[in-house]
């Protein structure tokens, strides 16, 4: 700043605006805030994928502190003229204060950018987190962080799935970021979350950044157990074959992973919100362009176009990484795991039952379950262990305070406490000339390598075993219709 008592008055008044000290502050602040956001922009497009925070630091953050300079500017510049009428700031480099001060103010700017990129760049670093998507809204986003910490995506991080890489999906979550912002604040987000997510990414362009199915071969073993409502919680387990199929050489897939085949594409219409009553599905052969429709009796609904999905992995991986086990399930793997013991006569009932009881808040249920089971078992030994498994299974799947639980967020994967594959593969959906989605065969998806308990579980069986159910007349249900987890009604 030199003196500029002798330059041109135009000149001079543009000037004028920086010549005191708090506006040359706010300058700097208003400047900062410019530079803190073109940062942003640029360590995006080094990084692999976007933050969808973003929105929250260019959009809110960034202005607030560039229109806190402005406004400082503006002050600077009043109090001069009230002050000082005429006034000017005159720094005279030949006088050593004026010297002093200079270099000062200049280390202090300095300073106050450098700070400025580096909080820019820990904020953007934070909200990228899982800490920060998981704990800082910490009642809405519980249950789901929760049960991602125990899924097999704990260790990967939510924007991987619900962002990922890109610049169009990057600029609707920076908005969407905000938006979700304001109904924190305001506390009018939806209890429980609404599924399924209208805004999430296809899962082409996440899931299969990881996972792609040109890659599943053969089958997965995977044995079921489970402990019957009887007093000594009789064990049955059912050992599977899944076929989960995949790619051949030539590119053909059969098996599970048909459904996302490049050559086929299968689409379907739901009636309902949480997509469980498909009456309507479209297979097209890619290849040949052969189109076929299958529909319930019941259809006769106008088809809308807009309404039709596009079948990927979400329809059967409802749930990779937020689980919520049925009150059965979950007390079945504690069971399984030893933290209950099979020895406490009706465990695996009572357990169930304690488990399923309306309570407003965690609080409450640690109480009453510790309460009633204690009331139940006053002599057992080792009741201590069972009380807190049992608390342990609500506080992980049960979430009072957001009502979300295994009945609001159904897992499509199988067929046995929601319909899941038997959506379609019920035997109702059929062409026009009769053709149906395979239903009558247990064998289309899996085979029955072994079932029931103890030395049973040791005679394999390459082609499949029928289903051996405790109650004969099953086939005349659906599974979901008895088996609904533990019972009661969604809230
Ligand atoms: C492996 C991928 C994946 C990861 C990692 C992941 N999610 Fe999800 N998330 C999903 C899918 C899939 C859904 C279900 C969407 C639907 O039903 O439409 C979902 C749903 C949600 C929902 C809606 C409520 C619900 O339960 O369906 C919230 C909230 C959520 N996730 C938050 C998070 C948070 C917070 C993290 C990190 C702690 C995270 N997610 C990590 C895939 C993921
Ligand atoms: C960043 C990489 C990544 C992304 C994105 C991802 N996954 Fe995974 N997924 C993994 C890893 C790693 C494992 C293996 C975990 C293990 O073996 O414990 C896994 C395991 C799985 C499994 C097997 C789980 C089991 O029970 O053994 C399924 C199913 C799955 N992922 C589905 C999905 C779906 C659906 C999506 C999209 C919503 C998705 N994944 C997105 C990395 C990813
Ligand atoms: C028609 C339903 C369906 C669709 C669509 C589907 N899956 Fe699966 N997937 C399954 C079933 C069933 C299994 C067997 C495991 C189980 O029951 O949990 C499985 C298993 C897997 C596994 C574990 C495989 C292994 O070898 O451990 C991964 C990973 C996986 N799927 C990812 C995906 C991805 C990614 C997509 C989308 C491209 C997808 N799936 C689409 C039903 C489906
Ligand atoms: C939206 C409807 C829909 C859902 C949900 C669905 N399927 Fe299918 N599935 C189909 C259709 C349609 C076919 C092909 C029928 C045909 O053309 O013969 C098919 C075929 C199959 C096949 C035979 C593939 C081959 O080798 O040709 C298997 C196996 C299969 N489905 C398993 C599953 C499993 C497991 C689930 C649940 C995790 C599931 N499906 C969920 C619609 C569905
Ligand atoms: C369209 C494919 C498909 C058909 C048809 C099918 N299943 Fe399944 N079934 C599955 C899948 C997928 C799973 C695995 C679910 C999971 O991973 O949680 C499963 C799981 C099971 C289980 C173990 C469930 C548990 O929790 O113990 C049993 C038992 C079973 N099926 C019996 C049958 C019987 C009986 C039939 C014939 C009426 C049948 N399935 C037809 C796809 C199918
Ligand atoms: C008419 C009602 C009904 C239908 C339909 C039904 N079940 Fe069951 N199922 C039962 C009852 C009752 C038990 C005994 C439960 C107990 O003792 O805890 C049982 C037990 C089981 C068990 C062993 C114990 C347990 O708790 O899991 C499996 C596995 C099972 N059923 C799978 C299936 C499958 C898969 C289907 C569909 C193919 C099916 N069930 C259809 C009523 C039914």
Redesign the pocket.
Known sequence: MQDKENSAPRNGRRRAWFQNWLSLGGAVIAASSIFAVLLLFSTELFLPRSNPYMGLLVYVLAPVFFFAGLALMVIGLRLQRRLRPGGRLVVDLTRPRDRKRLGVFIACAAVFLLCTAIGSYQTYQYTDS?QF??TMCHVP?K???TT?LQSP?AR???V???VGPGAGWYVRSKLNGVHQLFDVMLGTYPRP?Q???GN?RPAKETCEQCHWPQRFIGGIDRTFYHYLSDESNSPFAVRLMLKVGGGAANGTMTGIHWHVSPNFKVEYLATDRQRQIIPWVRVTDLKSGKVTVFKTADFHGKVDEAQIRTMDC?DCH?R???RFLSPDEAVDAAITSGQLSRAIPWIKSNSVAILVRPYHTTDEAMQKIAAGLRAEYPRAAGIDRAVAAVQGIYSQNFFPEMKADWRV?PDNIGHKISNGCFRCHDGNHATANGKTIPADNCNLCHTIMAQGSGTQLRKLSATGYDFFHIDSTYQDFSCAQCHNGGGGSVH
């Open positions: 899982v998507c998981g986003m249950p789901e962080y991602y995506h990967v991080a939510c991987e799935c619900h979350i599924t399924p997510l999430l979400l409802t990779p990484s937020h967020h």
